[in-house]
Structures are given as structure tokens and as C-alpha cells.
């Protein structure tokens, strides 16, 4: 399974899930989402590079529950807007592939 089906069948799901939960919030409310999720990303991070001790008593990692709470607002906004985020995806690494050809060397 190519990537691209594979990102195909995650909007799918969220979009089924959506639709038996009230459906998708406004693009505002689901970008005010997108940044509570970056903001609770932040936090575990700063965790677990030692900056910043977590207030809550659950002193594991939550780094990938994190990654997914993003994801997931992502693919909200994507399949609010119809963007199929696997084409996308391809287009910007082809992107950074030609601007970068040269940077790193």
C-alpha cells in the first residue's frame, strides 16, 4: 500500500467518525484545534528534552498520542476543504527535493 492510499483510508476514517459525531466545527474552531494540539505538542516536548517539568501526575511520555491529536485536527481541516493530503504530500517532498538538491552538500 502506496502512502498515499494509505493517508486516503486515515481521511477516510476521520471523516466517518466526523460524520457520527455532529459533524466538521467551523474552519476557525478547527484551526483554534490545530493550535491547542501544536500547544500540547510543545509542552511534551519541552518535557522530554528536560526544559519544563508536566504538571499533571501522568509522568509518562505522550509524544505520539500528541503527533496523532495533531494529525487528526489536520485531517479535519483537509477533508472540511477537500485537499487529498496524499497528493499533496508528494507535491511538497518533490518540492523540497528540487530546492534542496544542492543545500546540504
Known sequence: MTLEKSIKI????VDIFIAEHGGY???LSMLCAIMEELGE??????FLEGY???KSKNKN???GEELADLLFSI?????????NL????YRIINKYKIRNSNRFQ
Do not use: D, H, M, T
Open 10 to 13: 486515515l481521511q477516510k476514517e
Open 41 to 46: 505538542l510543545a509542552r511534551e516536548v519541552n
Open 61 to 63: 511520555s505522550n509524544l
Open 86 to 89: 496524499g497528493k499533496e504530500f
Open 75 to 83: 485531517i479535519c481541516v483537509a477533508n472540511y476543504y477537500q485537499i
Open 25 to 27: 466545527w467551523p474552519p
Open 52 to 54: 519544563k517539568a508536566k
